[in-house]
């Protein structure tokens, strides 16, 4: 028989990126007296790994837990990309409701539709939070019937409707029901999760199932599976099978060895969990999302939604420049192999595959910003590698035509800068869906365009819109084949041989366009050292000293100017490479260079 289990809540906290989930969080910790009071806390101390806290996002849900009166409440944080959006849809399913987190300036942004249509959809209940409400900017009645339209457009229950708002600066750690009210701390929030939120309902005597939402990976341990009891007890040395709905020939015995339920930001070890509990588990070597552990007796699997497929892919590949190896821990294809499955323990929505060349490994993921992530961390770890240009994957329909992947994509622009927005974008096949004023002379645009017409447009977004523009995408679906599209219209500017550069080299050099490297840095033959202002690539000598005679001294020299190079980021970088080119990227430094180095045999290829 089902009963609730009214000592617990599990709620996960959902929103569009920096609108202040994972501060929040941090208060909820602080204020529920998880931390001593002269502990030093690290802000967003959710955000644990160092691209999280540099970036200011949050790429894999987290796990904690708060007690409040004798009420354990379980809170799970979710990133706000649409790159993660994965991560976002299999941790609703351990919790009974959601918080909504909405900035009062910005209001309903496009993950914030994405998110909570997810949460619709499983019928859960919703707390609304407009958070920073002490901006100056902050407009929060308007952002109120934002919500409420965006709701409806959602095709809400009158219940789901009917939801609390609540106003918030998680930053200030405070929550009002009323803009009116005298804030003080975060006890209207907390309290609003205990009417609102119901309490988890199981079958405490019928047969154990506890379905895995995510999964954790600790060196020492090997893979962690997170999930809630939905029925019965767990408990250590308990003999048990798991299935799959997805997979229904699966049924692996297996024992529990260890069980861990979360307090404040630890595991701590339990003898057995009941109903409601969010528990991790240990000693499984295999065990993926999507699974159910149950009793022998009854192996039914719990049915859950598919992971979302990957869009784009790039080529993993072993660096073979003439500087490869001169600054990498981990350079063979040993390590890049070992290094890209060991991602495939936590990262779900990514994709290894081997090629038929041993150095060269197909990687495929949600977004640029998913892969970027990960190559970032990589080069981090010590590893040195070579990426090539992002590439879109394709599909065929059932009469074998060729489908592609299209992103709607939301842009909010100054004014000025609309036309060419718009402009930029129906050359890349962007259709313009819609267009409204949005707050304080911006314009919202909506586009439904190819995945690869975006890719490599961001950088050039920035330029164009000096700035001030915001790029939100997420994935719509696959449509037919909209047609060739030119990238790049400028070509590259190439070292012709290998050497350290000069200032005499760069000055004649940077007529030719923009340079990507200043004096005195090591270059070879047929890297990229910078953009042409043409549409052809263009073999320079930036290593040649100028012949001294006795009437010139070198001293002369140090009158040439050189212009500030351009320095790319990663992201820049993995923009700006066309086709025929790679990025090698090592812990230090990240090149461009053309795949063929060698410039006959380049133009050979090219003929």
Request: charge should be negative; charged fraction near 30%; glycine fraction near 8%.
């Amino acid at each position: 028989m089902k009963t609730k289990r009214e000592d617990i809540r599990n709620i996960a906290i959902i929103a569009h990126v920096d609108h202040g989930k994972t501060t929040l969080v941090d208060e909820l910790l602080k204020q529920s007296g998880v931390f001593r009071e002269n502990q030093e806390v690290a802000e967003r101390v959710m955000d644990s790994n160092d691209i999280e806290r540099e970036r200011g996002i949050t790429i894999l849900a987290k796990n904690t837990a708060v007690y409040y009166k004798d009420t354990k409440i379980n809170i799970i944080d979710t990133p706000g990309h649409a790159d993660f959006g994965g991560e976002v849809e299999r941790v609703l399913k351990m919790v009974n409701g959601v918080i909504l987190v909405v900035d009062a300036f910005e209001g309903a942004m496009p993950q914030t539709k994405f998110v909570l249509r997810k949460a619709l959809e499983l019928q859960l209940p919703v707390i609304v939070c407009i958070n920073k409400i002490d901006r100056p900017e902050a407009r929060p009645d308007e952002v109120i019937d934002e919500i409420l339209e965006l709701f409806m457009d959602l095709d809400a229950s009158d219940e789901q409707l009917d939801c609390p708002f609540i106003y918030a600066s998680a930053k200030a750690g405070h929550a009002i029901l009323d803009l009116t009210d005298d804030p003080k701390n975060m006890v209207p929030l907390f309290e609003t999760i205990l009417d609102y939120i119901p309490a988890p309902e199981g079958d405490p005597d019928a047969d154990t199932q506890v379905l895995i939402s995510t999964i954790d990976y600790n060196e020492y341990v090997g893979r962690i599976g997170v999930g809630k009891v939905d029925n019965g007890t767990i408990s250590v040395n308990q003999d048990m099978v798991v299935v799959n709905a997805h997979e229904p020939d699966k049924q692996k015995k297996v024992k529990i060895s260890k069980l861990y339920e979360f307090d404040g930001l630890n595991k701590v070890e339990v003898k057995e969990a009941g109903i409601g509990s969010i528990v991790a588990i240990s000693g499984i070597s295999d065990i993926a999302i999507g699974d159910t552990l149950c009793s022998p007796e009854n192996p039914v699997a719990i049915p859950f939604q598919k992971i979302s497929e990957p869009t784009i892919a790039m080529q993993f590949i072993v660096n073979d420049s003439p500087f490869a190896g001169q600054e990498g821990k981990y350079v063979t294809s040993r390590h890049l192999r070992e290094r890209l499955f060991r991602e495939l323990n936590t990262d779900v929505s990514l994709r290894v595959e081997e090629s038929e060349n041993a150095d060269s490994f197909r990687v495929s993921g949600r977004g640029e910003l998913h892969l970027s992530v990960l190559i970032e961390n990589m080069r981090r770890e010590g590893y040195e590698f070579a990426v090539s240009k992002a590439e879109v994957l394709y599909k065929k329909d059932e009469k074998g035509k060729l489908l592609e992947p299209i992103e709607t994509a939301y842009i909010d622009v100054p004014d000025e800068f609309t036309g060419t927005v718009i402009d930029k974008l129906s050359q890349r096949k962007g259709e313009l869906q819609n267009m409204s004023a949005s707050n304080g002379g911006y314009t919202r645009l909506e586009f439904s365009i190819p995945a690869r017409g975006l890719i490599g447009y961001r950088g050039e977004f920035m330029t164009d819109t000096k700035g001030n523009g915001i790029l939100n995408t997420a994935f719509e679906g696959y449509a037919p084949y909209k047609g060739d599209i030119q990238y790049r219209k400028q070509g590259s500017l190439i070292a012709f041989e290998t050497g350290e550069s000069v200032t005499y080299g760069l000055f004649s050099a940077q007529e030719r366009g923009t340079l990507f490297i200043g004096p005195g840095e090591k270059v070879y033959s047929g890297m990229v050292i910078g953009q042409n202002g043409k549409a052809e690539d263009i073999e320079l000598n930036v290593c040649k000293t100028k012949h001294l005679t006795n009437t010139r001294s070198s001293g002369s020299d140090d009158a040439l100017k050189l212009t500030t190079p351009r320095i790319l980021s990663l992201e820049e970088a993995l923009d700006f490479i066309d086709t025929d080119e790679l990025l090698e990227v090592t812990p230090k430094t990240l090149r461009i260079r053309k795949k063929i180095l060698d410039s006959k045999m380049r133009k050979r290829g090219a003929k």
